[in-house]
């Protein structure tokens, strides 16, 4: 009796160990990925996808983070996935360490001197407005720098027509109106503790 080889080969193959499912949404908008930057790590990225899971080293889920633009700092970025720690994170999961997927955070943005603030989503007006508080420019009488990236640094809670962040008492509110996102809110952010612009 006549036995094909292909036949015992394939049945005697080793199966592959299934690969960490890193839970994540697709990205809101086309923007400057970390892991495509020349940066030296760590480095500071904000989450540019909602919601996004950050997942324990075991493969638990730890954080589910329900926010846009969420500061993390990356420590370390492999072929399928990034390493970060949550700075952004508040509360219990506050400095939470995991692993986010690639193609989920966004680098800074450089200085834009665009006078009229606005663009086609809110991650890149949000980041753009935090340069510009980061270099002194149009901060909130009130308020200081680190206060206003410490705020933006929490992230967006987001809808529709609308990215908010609520801060001690106050807010700072993005309003879509047609194709374009621009500043319609800024309270001043009081004074923190936490990491500030840098």
């Known amino acids: 009796m006549f036995t094909p080889v292909f036949l015992i080969l394939a049945c005697s193959a080793p199966e592959l160990a299934p690969q960490t499912d890193l839970a994540g949404a697709q990205p809101l908008a086309s923007g400057p990925a970390i892991e495509a930057q020349n940066t030296p790590l760590p480095s500071a990225a904000w989450t540019a996808a909602v919601p996004l899971t950050l997942v324990a080293p075991g493969g638990a889920n730890l954080v589910i983070l329900d926010r846009l633009g969420v500061r993390v700092e990356v420590i370390q970025i492999r072929e399928g996935r990034i390493l970060?720690?949550?700075?952004?994170?508040?509360?219990?999961?506050?400095?939470?360490?995991?692993?986010?997927?690639?193609?989920?955070?966004?680098?800074?943005?450089?200085?834009?001197?665009?006078?009229?603030?606005?663009?086609?989503?809110?991650?890149?007006l949000a980041l753009r407005l935090r340069a510009r508080w980061a270099k002194g420019?149009?901060?909130?009488?009130?308020?200081?720098?680190?206060?206003?990236?410490?705020?933006?640094?929490?992230?967006?809670?987001?809808?529709?027509?609308?990215?908010?962040?609520?801060?001690?008492?106050?807010?700072?509110?993005?309003?879509?109106?047609?194709?374009?996102?621009?500043?319609?809110?800024?309270?001043?952010?009081?004074?923190?503790?936490?990491?500030?612009?840098?």
């Open 84 to 124: 970060v720690q949550c700075t952004g994170c508040t509360a219990d999961s506050a400095n939470a360490e995991g692993w986010m997927p690639r193609g989920v955070l966004w680098a800074e943005l450089p200085l834009d001197d665009d006078a009229t603030l606005q663009a086609s989503d809110p991650l890149t």
């Open 137 to 198: 420019i149009g901060i909130p009488t009130g308020s200081t720098a680190d206060a206003m990236c410490a705020a933006i640094d929490q992230g967006w809670k987001i809808d529709a027509n609308q990215a908010v962040v609520t801060h001690g008492g106050g807010e700072i509110k993005l309003s879509r109106t047609g194709a374009h996102w621009r500043l319609s809110q800024t309270d001043p952010a009081p004074a923190s503790p936490t990491r500030g612009c840098g």
